[in-house]
């Protein structure tokens, strides 16, 4: 545990020594603020699920940059030969990797907690509601971190990463659109894959296993293939 703990360490502080990483949090903050304004202002009510779809969307755009350069980036300067034959697992480098860029996940969605403490001094607010969203929101997050964590470990080209973690991600967003062309149970299906299904009833309040479990095991996954892909270098 403690390797982990060092990975994911000298990770997070690598995405500070960037100014891309203060890039994306004023990006982050600057979009997903304005928008929400916006949506205040012509309702006159504290509807939380359009600030939850608007991170969604952001997420969707800047999950890649976050994550393309985590393994790419060792395979083009040669440090993953150091890194594996280390004393350190593949998996290790992997969850300190991917810990490492939920950190900074948390560090986007904490910026925004200034929205619902901001309107509660003029107006009473549905905690629980408002907790259920920002799960939902950190689960969408971390799902797309591990399709990028993903894409990174199969190239030593970030461009390449980046594109394949969105083209992946941007497809699972759109799989209930893809069910409701099959329909039956193909279309069911389809629409249960969706990363973005699942969210939007978080949002809007509502907790069932399904959900939860669907995050979780589509992490594993994406994680267990990232190791996998890992693995492959010890043969190259």
């Known amino acids: 545990m403690s390797k982990i703990m060092a990975i994911a360490e000298r990770e997070f502080r690598a995405y500070f020594a960037s100014p891309l990483a203060y890039v ?7 979009i997903v603020g304005y928008l929400f304004s916006l949506i205040i202002y012509h309702t006159r009510q504290a509807n939380f699920q359009p600030l939850f779809q608007n991170m969604a969307v952001m997420f969707l755009l800047i999950v890649p940059a976050l994550t393309m350069r985590l393994i790419a980036e060792e395979r083009k300067t040669g440090t993953i030969e150091l890194l594996l034959t280390s ?3 593949d998996h290790d480098l992997v969850l300190g990797k991917y810990l490492s860029a939920l950190g900074y ?15 509660c001094l003029t107006t009473s607010l549905d905690w629980g509601m408002l907790f259920t969203g920002y799960l939902g929101s950190f689960l969408l997050g971390a799902s797309f971190l ?4 993903w894409a990174s470990s199969l190239t030593s080209n970030m461009i390449i990463a980046a594109m394949v973690s969105f083209a992946v991600s941007l ?3 759109l799989l209930p659109s893809a069910g409701q062309v099959f329909g039956g149970t193909a279309g069911d299906v389809l629409t249960y894959l969706s990363v973005m299904n699942h969210q939007d009833k978080l949002g809007r309040g509502i907790i069932e296993s399904s959900d939860l479990i669907f995050y979780l095991s589509f992490i594993v996954v994406s994680l267990f293939l990232t190791v996998r892909s890992v693995e492959t270098y010890h043969w190259r």
Request: charged fraction near 5%; aromatic fraction near 12%.
């Open 24 to 30: 994306i949090a004023a990006m982050f903050i600057a």
């Open 87 to 89: 004393p350190i697992r």
């Open 105 to 119: 996940l948390l560090f986007l969605m904490a910026l925004t907690l200034v929205f619902p403490l901001g309107l």
């Open 146 to 149: 591990a399709v990028g964590l």
């Open 171 to 173: 497809l699972l967003w």
